[in-house]
C-alpha cells in the first residue's frame, strides 16, 4: 500500500477536524421568531420555541435564547448533548403551557450527557407534580452543567413541585451547578429512589431500581424558601457544596405552611445502598425548619431503622467544616428519632454515618419555635444514631436551644434500651460560651453528664474534658476544672514527745561518728 507523504497527512488530518469542529451548529431562539422551515440560523430569524430548536439541533449545538419569556407547548424532551445559552437568567425566562401533565419544564432523556444550561430562568408552575428539570429512569446521563441559573417556583406549591429532579432508577454523575437558584419550590432538589413493595416486618422499603446520583459538585448557589426542603436526597455520594447558601427553608410561608415535621435546609435521608463522601463547607444556614417538629438546618442520615430493615443504607465520610449555622430550629441532626411505628414498642436507631467531621462552624442561636407535641431533642449537634465516629470539634456552640436552663451544645440523644451499644460523641475543644467549658444539659433523654462549667450544656455520652477558652477556633483547648486538693492536717506533738524525738535522733548520731577500734 502506498504510503502517504507526511505533509499530506497532516494536512487531511487537519481538514478532518475541521469539518468536526464545523459540525457544532448555532441556533436562535426570540420572541418574534417562527417554528419553520428556513428559520432559527441566525438571531434576525429565530425559531419561536425551545422545543423547535432542540429537535432541529444535532450533537454539539449551541441554541442561543433571547431576552424574553417563552412559554413552551410541552416539556422540551433533550435526548443529546446541548448547550442552552439564555441572555441572563434576570432576562430569559422559560416556563411550560401544558402544567396539567406533570413533567419537566426540560426533561432529560438518554443521550443528553454534557448538556450545558445557563443564563436562563425556568419557571414551574403549581400544578400537578411540575419540574424545572427532570431525569426519570432508567437512563445515565454524566456531565451535565447548570450556571447563571434560575429555577423558581410560585412561592407555596403543592408536592413534589421541584427544581432539579432524579427519579425512577435514574444515575446522574458529574454534574456541576455554579452561581444557582433554587427557590420557591416544594423541593429545590429531589433525588429519590422510589418506594417498594411492603414487607412483613419492614414496613415500605425503598426500592432502589439502579439509580444513582454521584459526583456532585455545587458552588455559589442559593436554595431558598423552599416550602418543604432546600435539598432532599435519598441517594447522594462523592458530593460537594461549597459557599452555598441555604436560607428559610421548610418554615411556614405566605399561602400555606409545610406539609410534615421535617422542613429542612438539607435533608440528605439515604436509602437503599452505600453512599460515601458528602462535604459541605464555607456556607451559610439561616432560617430553616422553623415551627416545625423535627425541622433544622442540616439532615443526614443512613437509614437502617425498623422501617428500612429490607433495603438500609450505609454512609462512609461526611464532612461539615468552616460553615455558619444559625437561627434555625436546630443546627445538625445526625440520624432520625426512634422509630417505633412498625415494631410497637421497639426502639431502633440509625447505625450512621460513619467518620462524620463537624469541625470549625459557628453553630450558634438555633432557637425552636415550634410550641406543639411531639418535637424530639433540640440542640446545635444532635446524635441519634449508633455510630461509633462522630467527631464534633473546634467549633462555637451557643444559644442553641430552649434556653435559658436548656440550651444544647452537643446532645446524643439516646434512650436507655435502645439496641445496640451506646455510642460516645468526640467533642473536645468546642466553644461553649464560657470559659469554664459547658455545663450539664437538662435533655430528657440522657443521663447526667457531669459538666459543671457555665458554657451551653452537653449531655452525657458526648467527651467534652477539653474546651476552647475563647472563641478563637483556633487557641489553645484546657482541661475540665480539677477538684482543689484539701490539705491534710498534721497533729501537733507535745513537748516530752518532741524530747524523745530529739534524744533518740542525739543517740544515732554518735552511733555513727564514734571511732572503729581496731580487732
Excluded at 434560575?150 to 413534589?160: H, K, Q, R
Excluded at 458530593?239 to 399561602?255: E, I, K, L, Q
Excluded at 440520624?335 to 460513619?354: D, F, K, R
Aim: a neutral charge; aromatic letters at 6%; glycine letters at 14%.
Amino acid at each position: 500500500m502506498m504510503q502517504l507523504p507526511i505533509a499530506f497527512r497532516l494536512t487531511l488530518s487537519l481538514l478532518l477536524l475541521a469539518s468536526g469542529a464545523a459540525h457544532a451548529a448555532d441556533w436562535y431562539v426570540g420572541s418574534t421568531g417562527s417554528d419553520a422551515p428556513g428559520q432559527g440560523a441566525s438571531a434576525g430569524t429565530p425559531f419561536a420555541t425551545v422545543g423547535y430548536a432542540t429537535s432541529a439541533a444535532a450533537n454539539g449545538d449551541t441554541i442561543h435564547i433571547a431576552a424574553g419569556s417563552y412559554a413552551e407547548p410541552a416539556s422540551v424532551t433533550v435526548n443529546k448533548s446541548l448547550r442552552y445559552s439564555g441572555a441572563g437568567r434576570a432576562s430569559t425566562s422559560i416556563s411550560r403551557s401544558n402544567t396539567g401533565v406533570g413533567g419537566g419544564v426540560f426533561d432529560l432523556a438518554a443521550g443528553a450527557s454534557g448538556s450545558r444550561f445557563e443564563g436562563l430562568t425556568i419557571r414551574v408552575a403549581d400544578s400537578n407534580a411540575n419540574l424545572g428539570i427532570a431525569a426519570a429512569g432508567p437512563i445515565s446521563l454524566t456531565g451535565l452543567t447548570l450556571d447563571q441559573m434560575a429555577i423558581v417556583g410560585p412561592g407555596a406549591p403543592v408536592a413534589l413541585v421541584t427544581g432539579l429532579h432524579i427519579s425512577g432508577g435514574a444515575s446522574v454523575s458529574s454534574l456541576t451547578v455554579t452561581n444557582s437558584l433554587f427557590t420557591g419550590l416544594y423541593y429545590g432538589w429531589l433525588a429519590s429512589v422510589g418506594g417498594g413493595t411492603p414487607v412483613a416486618g419492614c414496613g415500605v422499603p425503598a426500592a432502589n431500581t439502579g439509580g444513582s446520583f454521584d459526583g456532585i459538585t455545587v458552588s455559589n448557589t442559593e436554595f431558598s424558601q423552599n416550602r418543604e426542603k432546600g435539598l432532599y436526597a435519598e441517594m447522594l455520594s462523592n458530593a460537594s457544596f461549597t459557599a452555598v447558601t441555604v436560607r428559610d427553608n421548610g418554615a411556614p410561608v405566605a399561602g400555606g405552611g409545610v406539609s410534615n415535621s421535617n422542613g429542612a435546609g438539607f435533608d440528605i435521608n439515604l436509602k437503599a445502598g452505600n453512599y460515601r463522601n458528602i462535604s459541605i463547607t464555607q456556607s451559610t444556614f439561616t432560617g430553616n425548619g422553623a415551627a416545625t417538629a423535627n425541622g433544622g438546618a442540616i439532615m443526614v442520615k443512613a437509614r437502617d431503622d425498623r422501617s428500612y430493615t429490607c433495603s438500609p443504607a450505609t454512609l462512609d465520610g461526611v464532612t461539615i467544616t468552616h460553615n455558619t449555622i444559625t437561627g434555625n430550629e436546630r443546627g445538625i441532626r445526625f440520624g432520625e428519632p426512634m422509630n417505633i411505628n412498625v415494631l410497637p414498642s421497639v426502639l431502633a436507631y440509625n447505625a450512621g454515618p460513619t467518620n462524620a467531621v463537624v469541625r470549625f462552624n459557628q453553630i450558634n442561636n438555633n432557637v425552636p419555635s415550634f410550641n406543639g407535641t411531639g418535637n424530639d431533642q433540640y440542640g446545635g449537634v444532635i446524635d441519634q444514631t449508633l455510630s461509633p465516629s462522630i467527631h464534633v470539634n473546634r467549633n462555637s456552640l451557643m444559644g442553641n436551644g430552649r434556653g435559658p436552663s436548656d440550651l444544647n451544645g452537643i446532645v446524643n440523644a439516646q434512650v436507655t434500651g435502645a439496641p445496640g451499644p451506646n455510642n460516645t460523641v468526640d467533642g473536645v475543644c468546642n466553644w461553649w460560651g464560657h470559659a469554664s467549658g459547658p455545663g450539664e444539659s437538662q435533655s430528657v433523654y440522657t443521663t447526667p453528664s457531669g459538666a459543671t462549667g457555665s458554657g451551653d450544656m452537653v449531655s452525657s455520652n458526648v467527651a467534652y474534658s477539653l474546651f476552647l477558652l475563647s472563641s478563637d477556633l483556633n487557641g489553645p483547648c484546657a482541661s475540665f476544672p480539677v477538684a482543689p486538693v484539701t490539705a491534710v492536717p498534721v497533729p501537733a506533738l507535745d513537748w516530752r514527745a518532741l524530747l524523745v524525738m530529739v534524744a533518740g535522733l542525739a543517740l544515732a548520731g554518735m552511733a555513727i561518728t564514734r571511732p572503729r577500734t581496731r580487732p
